[in-house]
């Protein structure tokens, strides 16, 4: 059956992704559902909650805080649309990366449209955010019962459709992207920043009141129209609707395209959009006088450039937007120094410091740069693999270089990358603190965005080892499963007080919270000399093993 | 003449899928060798442990006295190689794929660099993505040869290229060995292997069955007389001669088909005895021979295995 039609093979090539995704993303929605309980359980941890919720009002709009849905669906917030990557890497790949493999040729020699070729992908993939949505209501549905989360059934799984919806706007938006780019990586590049940019726009009118005109620019705004676990608030079948409608047209118009342009080509853009062409006469065109193709790590250095710049403008950008976000709500925060909650406890935990202090809730906001970062990281741990994987180092490894000297010139321009996103966000939040007239201690200012340096870092190095054995999907896929670990035990860790040998797995342990604390120098140390071990080993492996084809 | 490409006993598996087994030959200083076989015989696991791609489960390969695994960095300061899958970097131009790989091998002479484009009639200023199978070929054919190695070896290198270019690269490879390098290629094309190589390998199935100059190869020793009789004549009064290592008959009993080896003086006696229409004699082509070492018959192939 699997292999009888282009869905039925599009759909089982997903079954991993779908149990994956699925599953995973129902256990995050569990976590709050268990732990809520411990914060709302007392007239206290409410009140404190709410003055909290309007102070994080970035990650989603408070709506009964004091019932454990409530919670749940505040505490996941923005977390929930990290699924959204799913469909943005699986449009960017089922048109425009079979074309770059060559693959779509031979499928379009079939007696079928191209048309119908690219509905039963997109329904396949539009199937697999389903089961993906139905495996998350039902974990949610049967994972809460002993909790009296008091929805049912149907809200959860209507739950699980509204993320499916709004992941299949981004699924669309990827494969209409997709027919304007030369390859898979940019139009899922562009995607994840037009990601990353309403989920920036629906939270400014959260922010700023009397936003909402352009946060209603936004799919993620009528994503968080609905809230279907908190019954008292229900669902927004207008936002759905509006979710669905920009689904089929956005992948409406991809289809179009598709079936019209040049197989391999790409939509021509308006002579104004595009870019002036710079061919050099034939005869000129040696020596090219390039100084980033002199040598492993030059070349690796403008290979990574463009992504360099797009993710410093993101994790920047992001930090500048929380330092310019916590002052407005400075006065909400000093508020809970008087109110000796378990969520001050929980803030405390993650901020780690007194919440009294702006950068206390700044260091809980700030705990997500290094995951910003390692996520940065895995992308670049995943073109390493799939270089090796596709022969684009066969001929750089044909030359006198040795193969150390190829893995340690790519490690280097990453590590020159992570530092230049570490240093620029220093600067951006330095210059919004200081345009918003935010407090905050210098030193502990540049430990927090320097620090996570070493963390991208680690990841990057455990994923070049991984590469020595692990094909390139497997290999992304351990790396963002470990960051994902890592962040769920550093996220949950505190507040069901897990004990500190579990918590010290993550290595969120040891990026601390140094806004608040400092620099903490040791575990800093730690973190380099276990890059360092891992990259060795990487090193030594990649120097023995058979390069793949 | 000493050799410069040295295998013995060379052995990869992949988990348990065969590579090649016992892989042996040897290359001369000055040689174009060619390494013959189908798809999936073991050319190109032979061509890239040779660069150092692969590690051999077992056996010893050898450029220029130097182990390809232990001594690889040395090896590459000698060696070109084309790989057989062009893959590089889809968004760079073709010049700056060359400059690149020029720098990593310390800098090439850009005249010479020039020459190689124009012979190929490439255009280094278009983008890698944007090439065609055949330019993609030139690119990679180019920088196999600009920094004039002791050592080409080559994987399938006329594969999308047209016979004009083809041929121009046939004449690039005469113009190597002529200056005393070597090139070690494989292909499955035979008539090029035929007019450009001094000795040819085939491999099959991962085992070498056979390795000699091509002139050997084609084992001038064995060949085909067909004659054309007026009447029809007895295979048996032919297929016991001396010479003759088989007989069949064609034409409706009519004509003979007789595989030779050795002298025909018998043959051309025994025919005289009867109404002879045509006479001709021919040698197997590479071709023949090729197909012969791939027949699904093992016996043919056992019989085979031999180095001449």
């Avoid at chain 1, 994080?56 to 004091?66: R, S, T």
């Avoid at chain 2, 054919?141 to 002791?150: C, E, K, S, W």
């Amino acid at each position: 059956m699997w292999f009888s039609s282009i869905f039925f093979r599009t759909l089982h090539s997903y079954h991993v992704a779908i149990a994956g995704w699925g599953i995973g993303m129902g256990l995050v929605v569990l976590q709050p559902l268990a732990a809520a309980s411990t914060v709302v359980g007392t007239a206290a941890g409410r009140a404190s909650l709410t003055q909290l919720a309007s102070a994080f009002a970035f990650n989603a709009a408070p709506v009964a805080l004091g019932t454990v849905a409530g919670y749940a669906t505040w505490k996941v917030g923005v977390f929930m649309l990290i699924m959204a990557i799913w469909p943005l890497l699986a449009a960017s790949r089922t048109l425009r990366g079979e074309e770059e493999r060559g693959s779509l040729e031979v499928l379009l020699s079939v007696p079928r449209t191209r048309a119908r070729v690219a509905l039963e992908k997109l329904a396949a993939m539009w199937t697999a955010l389903l089961a993906m949505a139905a495996l998350i209501g039902l974990i949610v549905f049967v994972g809460s019962q002993s909790f009296n989360p008091g929805f049912g059934v149907g809200d959860a799984l209507l739950f699980g459709l509204d993320l499916a919806l709004v992941c299949a706007v981004f699924g669309g938006l990827a494969l209409l992207i997709s027919q304007f780019t030369v390859d898979r990586r940019r139009a899922a590049g562009w995607t994840a920043t037009l990601l990353l940019v309403f989920v920036v726009l629906d939270s400014v009118h959260r922010l700023f009141p009397g936003t909402e005109g352009l946060s209603r620019l936004s799919p993620v705004y009528y994503y968080n129209l609905s809230k279907p676990l908190v019954t008292s608030y229900g669902t927004s079948l207008g936002g759905m609707l509006v979710l669905l409608a920009l689904t089929l047209v956005l992948s409406g118009a991809a289809v179009w395209l598709f079936a019209r342009r040049d197989v391999g080509g790409v939509v021509p853009l308006p002579e104004w959009l595009r870019l002036p062409r710079r061919a050099a006469p034939r005869g000129r065109a040696l020596p090219v006088d390039d100084l980033s193709l002199r040598g492993v790590y030059r070349r690796s250095l403008a290979m990574i450039a463009v992504p360099t710049f797009w993710w410093t403008v993101g994790i920047a950008g992001f930090a500048a937007f929380m330092v310019a976000g916590v002052a407005q709500v400075e006065k909400t925060i000093s508020g809970l120094a008087t109110t000796g909650s378990v969520i001050k406890t929980v803030v405390e935990k993650v901020g780690g410091g007194n919440v009294q202090t702006n950068a206390t809730l700044l260091s809980a906001i700030f705990a997500l740069l290094p995951v910003l970062l390692m996520a940065f990281a895995v992308t670049q741990v995943s073109r390493w693999s799939a270089d090796e994987e596709e022969g684009r180092l066969e001929l750089v490894l044909s030359t006198p270089q040795s193969r150390q000297r190829v893995l340690l010139g790519r490690f280097a321009a990453l590590t020159t990358a992570t530092v230049l996103i570490g240093v620029l966000t220093l600067a951006a939040s330095a210059v919004a603190a200081a345009a918003v007239g935010l407090k905050l201690n210098g030193g502990n200012l540049a430990a927090a965005t320097l620090g996570i340096i070493p963390m991208g870092l680690l990841v990057a190095a455990i994923g070049y080892l991984a590469s020595g054995w692990l094909r390139a999907t497997v290999d992304t896929g351990l790396v963002s499963l470990l960051t994902a670990i890592w962040f769920f035990i550093s996220l949950v860790g505190p507040e069901l007080r897990w004990p500190d040998a579990i918590l010290r797995l993550s290595a969120f342990y040891y990026y601390g919270a140094p806004l608040v604390q400092g620099l903490q120098v040791t575990s800093v140390l730690g973190l380099v000399v276990l890059s360092a071990l891992a990259l060795a080993a990487g090193s030594w492996r990649f120097a023995g093993k058979d390069i793949a084809r | 003449m000493a050799a410069i490409v040295d295998v013995e006993g060379l052995t990869k598996s992949y988990g348990g899928t065969r590579g090649i087994v016992d892989v042996s030959f040897q290359v001369e200083e000055g040689e174009v060798f060619g390494f013959l076989g189908p798809n999936g015989a073991g050319k190109t696991t032979t061509i890239r442990l040779l660069m150092a791609l692969l590690r051999a489960d077992a056996g010893v390969a050898r450029i220029a006295g130097l182990d390809c695994w232990r001594d690889s960095l040395a090896i590459k300061r000698l060696v070109g190689y084309a790989p057989g899958e062009p893959s590089l970097d889809p968004d760079l131009t073709g010049g700056q794929i060359l400059e690149y790989l020029g720098h990593l091998r310390g800098g090439v002479d850009q005249a010479y660099l020039r020459q190689l484009i124009e012979r190929l009639d490439l255009d280094p200023t278009r983008k890698f993505r944007q090439y065609s199978q055949g330019n993609k070929r030139k690119v990679i054919l180019v920088q196999a040869l600009m920094h004039r190695p002791r050592v080409v070896i080559l994987d399938e290198p006329t594969s999308g290229l047209d016979p004009l270019n083809q041929h121009e690269f046939g004449r690039m490879v005469d113009e190597v060995g002529r200056e005393g390098r070597s090139v070690f290629l494989s292909s499955h094309v035979l008539s090029e292997v035929e007019q450009w190589c001094s000795r040819v390998g085939i491999i099959r199935e991962g085992r070498i069955v056979r390795i000699g100059d091509v002139a050997e190869v084609k084992d001038i020793k064995r060949y085909q007389i067909t004659i054309l009789f007026a009447a029809r004549v007895p295979a048996e009064a032919f297929d016991r001669l001396d010479g003759v290592v088989g007989a069949e008959t064609t034409a409706g009993g009519h004509g003979l088909r007789l595989t030779m080896q050795g002298s025909a003086d018998a043959v051309i006696k025994a025919a005289a005895q009867y109404p002879v229409v045509s006479l001709s004699s021919h040698e197997p082509s590479l071709e023949d021979i090729f197909l012969r070492y791939y027949e699904a018959d093992g016996r043919a192939v056992k019989e085979a295995t031999r180095v001449v």
